[in-house]
């Protein structure tokens, strides 16, 4: 177990201009999405900062607080004066702990949809993002002029809602970081052409803001490399910092734009820490300040970041989100019990993508910590019982860490060799290894917590029965429904797929099928890839998992049938059937056929028990099939009557 004094310049206070921080870790802004339709702060936010705040996080910054109806987007905060009630709500929430908060002021330009703000949307140049697609109104300078002051009226606003600092939005989304851009900016006055002129509202913004905030300090989330065509680099990144520095009391690191959002949001297809280079060059040009992000998931890495000196303070997003307790567990020295983020990106970036609030695979309580935060959930049982859970994968293996955590004395039965079920094979396809960290986590809980685990053990009736349980959960998970002569996802990760030409059958549209496609594709076979939805891989998170993968599949022999089932093989011809278009296709030549995501649920020994267990639940795959979120969210609302 590592301990905390290896942890020392991490764990050490630091100083922004006055405001003291008792270590060096910072939330890092991002939008959840918990805003309600007019634009005010929830609850909702007030309990999810007041987690991390009791997790011992030193700053959060409070993102993307719209300085202007112009550049509203759906569920965002505005800087308005119906907000400041709620906002005073949450930073007082947040100082009881003795953390920081910041305001994070911004405005979206060509990423604003006019349907949601009812104008024109505004832009340097009417040039769209293509992830919005909304040819925008190219601003006047009287526009210009206004938004500088909406800047500096909105931080005035705030001030009242007791931020104890504030931070200009310059990052992957939002019309600051549009005027700095080459590919987003052509104009041809002073706000535009040279590097000079593209940072002059920037410029303008912080000096017309500065003049409301007192000695309370005021930073920046700089964009570093847009990883666009003809977009600025971390050369020019470099450039902007120095202009910006004398106006800045820090400098927040940020990468990319929606356009090529998975540097922004990496997900588990790069390597952890990859944006690390470039931030130690911004470090060395500039005087203030530098905050770290992209990636820094361990503590390991974190404490070398900053005894490198490539950063001063280390920024969590998704870390956070998935332990909120990170700092806590680094203070007591229990790295092992970190709950990691493991990158997948489904239940935060995939649902802020799709307009909804975020949560997390590996952490089902965020976003619903009025519910489910630590303190309820670990919360002692006044009367602890004896628990067997039927089943080690991750549904069983959480319900036996909640279960544990309240007091119960908890047997788990799995009849494998290991723990994990589903987890284990998700995390041995290309480009997936980190999913084992929730495995991982678990198994780590379920060993502090005294969990009698008892491996190569079959739940039955009787073993059941046999421990005189008071609480039984059943946890045992689904089987696949392959027809015969048909391969599985196992038998693909078993190299048992002969032959140089193969069907993959996906109704997953997810992880297995995805997975099972380019791990045949490495092999050199050609894959004919076939799924029901609309398009291949869809339920994975578009645009940080599933674009990287397309990008890795081009190199590849892999055609694609999207909308369409397999309704016949035969001697080595496969029939397609699109349902939409009522079309049929032959494939020839065929030599093997995978199927994956087709499952039924295990469920004959929760009706075994029904009648002679008072206590008895079904949770996980067992209850019905669906993937690990859903797993681990069914054990989490299980707590609730355990």
């Known amino acids: 177990m590592e301990n905390k004094r290896d942890f020392s310049q991490l764990l050490s206070p630091f100083s922004i201009k006055g405001v003291e921080l008792k270590n060096r870790v910072v939330f890092l802004p991002h939008e959840p ?28 910054v409070m993102p993307s ?60 140049s009417a040039i769209p993002d293509m992830t919005v697609r909304e040819i925008p109104k190219e601003m006047t300078k009287e526009e210009i002029i206004t938004l500088v002051k909406a800047f500096g009226q909105a931080a005035q606003l705030l001030m009242r809602a007791n931020f104890d ?66 977009g600025y680099s971390i050369d020019d990144a470099i450039e902007y910092a120095k202009l910006f520095n004398p106006f800045v009391d820090y400098i927040n690191s940020d990468f990319g734009t929606w356009e090529s959002m998975a540097y922004s949001l990496p997900s ?93 695979v590996v952490n089902p309580a965020s976003g619903f910590e009025e519910n489910y935060s630590r303190q309820v959930i670990y919360s002692r049982s006044s009367s602890p019982q004896k628990v067997v859970i039927a089943g080690g994968g991750p549904a069983g293996m959480k319900a036996a860490e909640l279960a544990a955590r309240k007091g119960h004395q908890v047997v788990l039965l799995e009849k494998s060799d290991s723990l994990g079920g589903r987890v284990k094979l998700e995390s041995s396809l290309p480009g997936k290894k980190e999913l084992a960290g929730t495995a991982r986590y678990l198994t780590s809980a379920l060993t502090n917590l005294n969990v009698d685990v008892r491996l190569n053990t079959e739940a039955t009736e009787d073993k059941i029965l046999a421990e005189k349980p008071d609480i039984v959960i059943i946890a045992t998970g689904a089987s696949r429904l392959n027809n015969p002569g048909t391969y599985s996802i196992e038998d693909v990760l078993n190299h048992k797929v002969k032959g140089e030409n193969a069907l993959v059958m996906d109704y997953d549209a997810g992880l297995e099928g995805t997975g099972a496609v380019e791990y045949l594709a490495s092999q050199g076979k ?40 397999m309704v016949k093989f035969d001697n080595g011809q496969a029939t397609l059937l699109n349902p939409y278009f009522n079309r049929t296709e ?50 989490l609302t299980l707590s609730a009557y355990l």
């Open 33 to 60: 999405y918990y805003g309600s339709e007019d634009h005010l702060p929830t609850k909702k936010h007030q309990f999810y900062y007041e987690e991390r705040a009791r997790g011992g996080v030193a700053l959060i």
């Open 65 to 124: 607080l719209g300085v202007h109806p112009s550049g509203y987007y759906a569920c965002q905060v505005a800087a308005r004066e119906e907000s400041l009630p709620r906002l005073k709500e949450i930073t007082a929430t947040v100082h009881s702990y003795g953390t920081k908060i910041f305001a994070q002021l911004t405005h979206y330009g060509n990423q604003t949809k006019s349907v949601e703000t009812l104008q024109p949307t505004w832009a340097p």
């Open 165 to 230: 600092g504030f931070e200009i939005k310059v990052a992957h989304d939002g019309i600051l970081r549009q005027f700095l851009s080459p590919a987003k900016n052509s104009r041809k006055d002073e706000y535009g052409g040279s590097l000079q002129n593209r940072a002059r509202i920037v410029i303008e913004v912080l000096k017309e803001v500065r003049q409301y905030l007192g000695d309370k300090p005021l930073g920046l989330r700089l964009c570093l490399d847009e990883f666009i065509p003809n």
């Open 268 to 360: 588990l297809n790069f390597e952890q820490g990859f944006h690390l280079k470039a931030i130690a060059r911004v470090k060395k040009a500039v005087t203030v300040p530098v905050i770290a992000s992209g990636r820094i998931i361990q503590p390991a890495m974190a404490e070398q970041v900053l005894e490198s000196g490539t950063a001063d303070l280390i920024g969590l997003a998704r870390g956070l989100i998935a332990e909120p307790y990170w700092v806590k567990k680094v203070e007591a020295g229990e790295i092992e019990e970190i709950s990691e983020c493991t990158g997948c990106n489904q239940k935060c970036v995939g649902r802020l993508l799709q307009n909804r609030a975020i949560s997390c």
């Open 526 to 565: 050609t894959v004919h890839w076939v799924t029901a939805v609309f398009f291949n891989g869809q339920d994975n998170e578009v645009s940080t998992v599933l674009l990287p993968i397309y990008g890795r599949l081009g190199t590849k022999k892999v055609i694609t049938h999207p909308m369409s089932v």
């Open 586 to 635: 032959i494939l020839s030549g065929i030599e093997a056929v995978v199927v994956t995501g087709l499952k039924a649920a295990n469920n004959a020994l929760y009706a075994a028990l029904k009648d002679k267990v008072a206590n008895l639940h079904l949770i996980g795959d067992a209850a019905a099939p669906r993937d690990t979120a859903a797993a681990l969210a069914d054990a």
